[in-house]
């Protein structure tokens, strides 16, 4: 099968070569979905300058050039030169058809498989995930699930924050309060409040923060009470994680985890090739490299310091460690950051630091996939009554209960309302992330992410199960339904026009690194499938267009539980 936008898109850049010489054929056709059409090209009126010739002359000649094309039932222009295309009803049939039959749904492998890095969600140890982790971690995983998808080498990487600063602090609480107490407290998972105690002593204790500073070094220098308190705290904060992770359908194992410790026998090596390449400088006592073109509010350059001037590492020396393994160790063609806005200028100087270096090569692009916040009303950041960071397990504790409440009068078995539940309220928290654009801001609201209609998570997830409830009546496995499919309706005609868009929207989002494209979609989809559910009786018609409709439906459902799939939102069987 053939997407309809790229078929028309040949068809196009095929008459402008026919009409105005070849060196037009690889012209954008600028096709895009029409109010009025089917879809629109407006490359009618990019090009009449170079042409020469008035835009809708320009257009009617491509439109002329369109006649008789077997996709295409008319070309109309319109305006100053609009090209609205509508396709026939037959090729559109055939494709659906090709569709159905094609194990993946017309979603190609890449041609060129990279080998990429997706740095997300950005956890650390001794600190529980709050609610700003939750946009970071689920965007980033179905960026990594859709690139999979395609046939992209994708390597996961949470850069585990296990050997910074605050980790002189940490230990040396922990010698305070003894190994056991320690690990008791961290077993129960009161990461918080251990945090929370360390911090208060370091800030108002002067001997214990110069104890926490020594403390730092001797860790990075290997003393083994230090490291083996240091492990204490990461394996803790590990069992934490993977149980969170689990619970939220995140594909992150320990192998992927990215620790700062991982890099620190790399740092002095990485400071002595900025060195020798001339790019780092000891500044006021410190290692610094200065990328060109940062540089602050006083106009003085901006620096990233690679080594303190009492000799400890801090997190920009940790990142161009990181970013120098990425695309010289691992051989990463793409790296991508999904991180919040707020980073957006420390990456950008270590990607120039990286260029500068040598390691960010022309073959290589490293970027930032920048996270907007989810927010509170009136655009604050989400805080408990008493003004601490919401938790993200208590984030997802609400949106699981409050799922069971709407969904409570549906099913009399409670561990099943409580299966179901699960799925809807995780299913609703993360669809509401990834439904906006990732730049963007949102607010959280309960009530809008839980709703059975509109652009939601339930409302997807209860389109998928609507499908599954009709081939359960109809005692059939949609898994075997092959059609064909006949387009007698427009209501048909319209869902099989979105059913096609499957793939574009699939290699859109890979190449943008952008979910809420493929979120979009599904919406889109689904609305479809409910106007042809409500408008097409499937189960009381008969003969052949009984045989379609099932066929569209079979369709219908794959392509929705493949696109979920893909955002890592999980698809209950019925709701």
Not at 22 to 34: Q, T, V
Not at 129 to 144: C, E, K, N, S, Y
Request: glycine share 10%; hydrophobic share 40%; charged share 20%.
């Amino acid at each position: 099968m053939t997407d309809p936008e790229a078929a028309l898109g040949l068809l196009v850049q095929h008459a402008l070569a026919e009409e105005f010489g070849g060196e037009f054929a690889a012209a954008d056709p600028l096709i895009r979905p029409s109010g009025f059409a089917d879809y629109q090209s407006n490359v009618a009126m990019s090009l009449a300058r170079r042409l020469g010739r008035p835009p809708r002359e320009v257009a009617d000649l491509i439109a002329k050039g369109l006649d008789g094309a077997s996709a295409v039932q008319t070309a109309e222009v319109s305006g100053p030169g609009f090209i609205n295309i509508t396709l026939r009803d037959s090729w559109l049939a055939e494709q659906a058809n090709g569709q159905l039959a094609d194990s993946r749904m017309g979603v190609a492998t890449a041609g060129q498989r990279q080998r990429v890095v997706v740095d997300y969600s950005g956890p650390n140890v001794a600190k529980e995930l709050h609610a700003g982790h939750l946009r970071p971690t689920v965007v980033g995983d179905a960026i990594v699930r859709v690139l999979e998808y395609l046939g992209h080498d994708v390597t996961r990487a949470a850069h585990l924050g296990d050997w910074g600063t605050p980790f002189g602090m940490l230990i040396e609480h922990a010698r305070d309060v003894g190994e056991q107490a320690t690990y008791d407290q961290l077993a129960a998972g009161d990461f918080t409040a251990f945090y929370q105690a360390a911090r208060a002593k370091f800030e108002t204790d002067p001997a214990f923060a110069d104890r926490s500073r020594r403390r730092l070094v001797e860790l990075q220098a290997g003393e083994p009470q230090s490291m083996q308190l240091w492990r204490l705290l990461v394996d803790d904060s590990m069992a934490y994680l993977r149980t969170l992770y689990a619970r939220l359908g995140i594909t992150l194992t320990d192998a992927d985890m990215a620790p700062e410790s991982f890099y620190h026998p790399m740092l002095a090596d990485v400071n002595a090739e900025l060195e020798e390449r001339g790019l780092a400088v000891i500044s006021d006592g410190a290692l610094c490299t200065f990328p060109p073109g940062f540089t602050g509010r006083d106009g003085r350059p901006l620096p990233l310091m690679l080594r303190k001037s009492d000799g400890g590492y801090g997190y920009d020396t940790t990142d161009l460690a990181a970013i120098r393994y990425r695309l010289r160790d691992l051989g990463a063609t793409r790296l991508i950051y999904v991180v919040g806005s707020e980073q957006h200028q420390h990456l950008e100087m270590v990607f120039e630091t990286a260029r500068q270096a040598g390691w960010l090569t022309g073959g290589a692009s490293a970027e930032h996939a920048v996270i907007g916040l989810m927010t509170g009303p009136g655009g604050q950041r989400l805080k408990t009554r008493s003004g601490e960071q919401v938790k993200l397990a208590d984030l997802i504790d609400e949106a699981v209960e409050r799922a069971g409440k709407v969904i409570a009068d549906r099913y009399d078995d409670p561990q099943q309302r409580s299966q179901i539940a699960e799925a809807v309220g995780i299913g609703a928290l993360k669809y509401g992330d990834l439904s906006v654009a990732r730049a963007s801001s949102y607010v959280l609201d309960f009530n809008q992410l839980l709703g059975l209609t509109g652009n939601t998570g339930p409302y997807l997830q209860y389109a998928a199960a609507r499908i599954r409830s009709i081939f359960q009546r109809a005692d059939l496995d949609p898994a075997r339904v092959t059609g064909p499919i006949q387009l007698g309706t427009p209501a048909e005609r319209a869902l099989a026009l979105q059913l096609l868009g499957f793939g574009r929207a699939v290699s859109d989002t890979a190449a943008t690194a952008e979910p809420h494209k493929l979120a979009g979609y599904l919406f889109d989809v689904a609305s479809a499938f409910t106007t042809f559910y409500e408008q097409c009786p499937v189960l009381t018609a008969e003969g052949e267009t009984r045989v379609s409709r099932l066929a569209l439906c079979a369709l219908t459902l794959r392509v929705l539980t493949t696109g979920l799939s893909l955002l890592g939102i999980p698809v209950p069987d019925r709701m």
